[in-house]
Structure formats: C-alpha cells, structure tokens
C-alpha cells in the first residue's frame, strides 16, 4: 500500500518551514498555494530555508489550486494560510478532502480552529500553537528567524487526542519538536497575548520589534494592553502563575530585528490579523462588561494603516 501524503496549504513562512522540515525528513508532501513562481522554484530547484536551520528539499507536487488535492490521499491536511483567507478556502477543500484526512489548522489567531472545525468537523479537527516564524524572500527562498521551542498540538474533542498524539511524534521526530497538550486553548491565549503586546504597534509606527519597544512611551502602552489581555482571558476562563505578567514583559524586550508578520501585511498592502488578536479581545472584553481601550484603539489604528 502506497504511503499516504501530508496536505499543506500556504507556501509562505509558516507553511514553508513546515514543509521543510517533513519533506527533509522523507514524508511525502503537497504543497499548494496560489503563487505560481515560488511553487514552480519549489517543484523545479527546491524549497530553500535559512537561519535557525537550513534545508534545500525539492518538492514535486506543489499545485496552485486547492481542488487539486483531490488527487492526492492526505492522511493529514494542514491548513497554514492567514486565518483571513481561511474562509474562501474551506468550500472548495470540503468537496476533496476525505473524511478520514485529519484536518489541522497551523495558523495564529485566537480559536483560528473554529471555522475550520465547523467545515470538517471538531473530532478530526486539530490545532497548532506555533513557536517559529520566519518571512518569504523570494521566488522558493524563505528566511527561518526563530523557534521558541516547542510548538504545541492540540484537539478540540476527546475523540481527537490520540490523532493529536500521533501527529505531535511524528513531527517531533522530524525535528520540528511539537507537544500534544491537553489544554491547546490556553496556550492558543498566551501566544495571542504575546502577539498582542507588541506586534501590532510595530505594524503602526513601521519598525521592528526591538526598535518599536525603544521608542518613548512603546513600553508603558504594552503594558496597558497586557493587563488588558489578562483581565479578559481571566474572564474566560484562562489563569496563569503570578509572575505571568512579567514573563510577557521579558518575553517581548528579548525581541530583536524581527519583523512581524502584521507588519510585513501592511508593508505588503494585505489584509492583517487584527481581527483575530486586538480586535478579539476588544469584542471578547465588551461581552464580560471589561474596559479594552488599549485594544480597540490598536484595532482602529492598524486598520486605519490599511484602509
């Protein structure tokens, strides 16, 4: 019996890496993704990744269009595009996945999961907490800049847990070190927070992380938009240990030249994630009765910028 294949859809950094890392490892991939040149250097002179490792894989099935994974068998489909496009996807993907494909969604975003649950599933649909990140150079090139090591997988049901398990080995095993975590929600807030406090005003003023957090008044506004986070997720359910707030803190003043991906959006002319980050916090903080201040004005701002 033919070894099944591993679905990624989205070629950018998240999606990229990944790729790497499985097809380095000799799990046989699909690519897709709706920039034809890079998938045509990916198919032809391969995938090239540097910085925090370095890999030059050749993947041959790269196809520009989600309806032709109906060819492949997926034991596992990950769907790792900006949760802004998740919804134009999902109809075509739900008439060529097969339902015993386990669905994941490997995206940023507060519950990022849920439309994807609701189009395929919740038991067959997992979630990833991803720890890495890197940005597209050029035409199969991408550039690694971290990984906070590990990422974190996740069901959304008990019946989901051992898929989870397996798949958490198995990239492990490909080097990308991954937990299955009972919780994946309560990581899924700390990496929104984290995302929060400081990304998004980097997409504002259009400078890097560590030159944002230099300017006067950066720091205190971060803080404003911790405590805010803090305050909502506690409201939903979500406590941490008491040094949590300082953590966050040290967390983000460790940051270096990096660019956001929020930033590199707006940059770009496309659409953010504000949404999915402040903008949820602001909308979850109205419905408990919370003040976010802090948060509606960054959503306004950051869609102020890409109006």
Same mark, same amino acid.
């Given at each position: 019996?033919?070894?099944?294949?591993?679905? %990624?859809?989205?070629?950018?950094?998240?999606?990229? %890496?990944?790729?790497?890392?499985?097809?380095?490892?000799?799990?046989? %991939?699909?690519?897709?993704? #709706?920039l034809e +040149?890079?998938l *045509?250097?990916?198919?032809?002179?391969?995938?090239?990744?540097?910085?925090?490792?370095?890999?030059?894989?050749?993947?041959?099935?790269?196809?520009? *269009?989600?309806?032709?994974?109906?060819?492949?068998?997926?034991?596992?489909?990950?769907?790792?595009?900006?949760?802004?496009?998740? +919804?134009?996807?999902?109809?075509e993907?739900?008439?060529?996945?097969?339902?015993?494909?386990?669905?994941?969604?490997?995206?940023?975003?507060?519950?990022?999961?849920?439309? #994807?649950?609701? @189009?395929?599933?919740? +038991?067959?649909?997992?979630?990833?907490?991803?720890?890495?990140?890197?940005?597209?150079? *050029?035409?199969?090139?991408?550039?690694?800049t971290?990984?906070q090591?590990?990422?974190?997988?996740?069901?959304?049901?008990?019946?989901?847990?051992? @898929?989870?398990?397996?798949?958490?080995?198995?990239?492990?095993?490909?080097?990308?070190?991954?937990?299955?975590?009972?919780?994946?929600?309560?990581?899924?807030?700390?990496?929104?927070?984290?995302? $929060?406090?400081?990304?998004?005003?980097?997409?504002?003023?259009?400078?890097?992380?560590?030159?944002?957090?230099?300017?006067?008044? $950066?720091?205190?506004?971060?803080?404003?938009?911790?405590?805010?986070?803090?305050?909502?997720?506690?409201?939903?359910?979500?406590?941490?240990?008491?040094?949590?707030?300082e953590?966050?803190?040290?967390?983000?003043?460790?940051?270096?030249?990096?660019?956001?991906?929020?930033? $590199?959006?707006?940059?770009?002319?496309?659409?953010?994630?504000?949404?999915? %980050?402040?903008?949820i916090?602001?909308?979850?903080?109205?419905?408990?009765?919370?003040?976010?201040?802090?948060?509606?004005?960054?959503t306004?701002?950051?869609?102020?910028?890409?109006?």
């Open positions: 019996m033919a070894k099944p294949y591993i679905g %990624i859809v989205g070629a950018g950094p998240i999606g990229g %890496i990944l790729c790497a890392y499985l097809a380095a490892a000799g799990e046989k %991939i699909v690519i897709a993704d #709706i +040149d890079h *045509e250097a990916i198919k032809t002179k391969g995938l090239t990744v540097t910085g925090v490792r370095d890999f030059q894989v050749v993947v041959p099935d790269a196809v520009n *269009e989600v309806g032709r994974l109906a060819d492949y068998d997926l034991e596992y489909l990950f769907i790792a595009v900006k949760v802004t496009v998740t +919804d134009k996807i999902l109809p993907l739900c008439k060529v996945i097969a339902p015993e494909t386990i669905v994941i969604s490997h995206q940023n975003g507060l519950y990022a999961e849920e439309p #994807i649950a609701e @189009a395929f599933g919740p +038991d067959r649909t997992l979630r990833t907490v991803i720890n890495y990140a890197g940005f597209y150079e *050029e035409p199969g090139k991408l550039k690694f971290f990984f090591k590990a990422n974190h997988l996740g069901a959304i049901t008990e019946a989901g847990k051992p @898929a989870a398990e397996a798949l958490a080995g198995r990239l492990t095993a490909a080097g990308m070190n991954t937990e299955a975590v009972d919780d994946i929600h309560k990581y899924d807030w700390e990496k929104v927070i984290l995302n $929060v406090i400081l990304g998004p005003i980097c997409a504002i003023v259009g400078k890097t992380m560590k030159d944002t957090l230099a300017c006067e008044g $950066v720091p205190e506004l971060s803080d404003g938009l911790l405590r805010e986070c803090i305050e909502v997720a506690r409201a939903e359910g979500f406590e941490w240990e008491p040094g949590f707030f953590k966050c803190r040290q967390f983000i003043r460790k940051a270096g030249a990096h660019k956001p991906s929020m930033l $590199v959006d707006v940059e770009a002319g496309r659409k953010t994630e504000i949404d999915l %980050i402040c903008g916090m602001a909308e979850l903080g109205r419905k408990h009765g919370i003040p976010t201040p802090y948060n509606e004005t960054i306004t701002l950051v869609k102020a910028v890409t109006s």
